[in-house]
């Protein structure tokens, strides 16, 4: 089963953790991003267990749930104008996914540079948690066949 990693900004860590998860898990990376050379087109021909490193566009993640029933989100965590907007866009997005794939499976990541111990970091993290968890296809985390250490 393929895993995709997608979110809708760019800068939030897809390809550090698409390299990570590939590395640690054995798997085959298998970049969608042309700016790292590679190519949409790739989703559909991907070998088996493949870690799918999609770009920071929706055509991206609208193709991409074609391909795979399970998606991991990486979620912007920094210089959000309207946080509560944005947590709603996402929300959005993701079920116009759920519409395209309806085995979609969703695991919530907040991006590496994720301030969690400061008193804003862990409000956005639960105005988040809040909003999108109410989407019965979303969880926090990462798919448990996967390792990240």
Do not use: W
């Amino acid at each position: 089963m393929n895993t995709a990693i997608y979110s809708l900004n760019g800068g939030v860590g897809k390809t550090t953790l698409a390299n990570r998860l590939a590395s640690v898990n054995q798997r085959p990376l298998v970049s969608l991003d042309t700016q790292d050379g590679g190519s949409i087109d790739l989703a559909k021909s991907a070998p088996d267990n493949a870690i799918l490193d999609c770009a920071p566009k929706r055509e991206h993640g609208i193709s991409v749930v074609e391909s795979t029933d399970h998606l991991i989100f990486i979620l912007k965590d920094v210089n959000i104008i309207n946080v509560e907007h944005y947590f709603f866009i996402v929300r959005d997005e993701l079920l116009v996914l759920k519409t395209i794939n309806p085995n979609l499976s969703v695991f919530m990541q907040f991006a590496y540079n994720y301030q969690a111990q400061s008193v804003q970091g862990k409000r956005i993290q639960e105005l988040a948690k809040k909003i999108i968890s109410s989407l019965s296809f979303v969880e926090f985390g990462l798919p448990p066949y996967l390792k990240n250490e």
